[in-house]
Nanobody, 120 residues
């Protein structure tokens, strides 16, 4: 059993910054990738940023240059540093982990989500 817990969401003014954290707990055998997704009201869920175990990162075009994803594998934690926030960044942000639990195989796991609101 795996639990992903996000933290760091909140309200911020345009141009401000937030840092999201997601920590995975459980009998994690290996981590293949971790990522952040977001979903705004009336919109489809979208990938914001992802990082693979080899260190390669990818970002949505809308956040390139503003957001940075990083990991601390020893702590099974992924971070999302969000700078120069815009109102269109307002969404519920979800942590996702592609990992193997014990020796049972590879699967995806989701956190409960954390609200980010950017407004004046």
């Amino acid at each position: 059993q795996v639990q992903l817990v996000e933290s760091g969401g909140g309200s911020v003014q345009p141009g401000g910054s937030l840092r999201l954290s997601c920590t995975a707990s459980g009998s994690i055998f290996s981590i293949y990738a971790m990522a952040w997704y977001r979903r705004a009201p009336g919109k489809q869920r979208e990938l914001v940023a992802g990082i693979m175990s080899g260190g390669r990162k990818n970002y949505a075009d809308s956040v390139k240059g503003r957001f940075t994803i990083s990991t601390d594998y020893a702590k099974t934690t992924v971070y999302l540093q969000m700078n120069s926030l815009k109102p269109e960044d307002t969404a519920v942000y979800y942590c996702n982990a592609d990992l193997q639990i014990g020796t049972t195989g590879r699967s995806n796991y989701w956190g409960q989500g954390t609200q980010v609101t950017v407004s004046s």
